[in-house]
């Protein structure tokens, strides 16, 4: 552990730069987001057709904060109506292979966390 221990200290601001960072990207739709424009460039419509749940609010709110982040781009197109698109950026792209990697770990160790989930609770009642 101790190796990791710096990593919370970085820039002296107690961690608050990095759980800012995790906040965005373990987001509930933050992943979604960024798996759904690995394919390419999307519009707004489409990338809510393509994400089941998620309001058109959720949408707005979590692309502004992609692309404040740098992690998405948004272009517009003068167009009646205006047209605008969505697209990872290359630091955006960089999260995929990570983010894979989780859900990796997610998927094989599913049963055992459901396992764990279900004697808790059995000795909960």
Known sequence: M???EH???IRGDGGRAI????DRICDKWTMLIVATLEQGRMR??????????ISQRMLTLTLRNLERDGLVSR???????PRVEYALTPQGESLIPPALTLARWA????GE???SRD???ARSK
């Open 44 to 53: 707004f419509s489409h990338l809510q057709q393509h994400i089941p749940g």
């Open 113 to 115: 966390i459901q396992a």
């Open 7 to 9: 990593t919370c200290m």
């Open 119 to 121: 004697a808790y609770d």
């Open 75 to 81: 272009t517009v197109y003068a167009e009646v109506p």
């Open 2 to 4: 101790e190796q990791y």
């Open 19 to 22: 759980r800012a960072i995790l």
């Open 107 to 110: 998927i094989e160790h599913n």
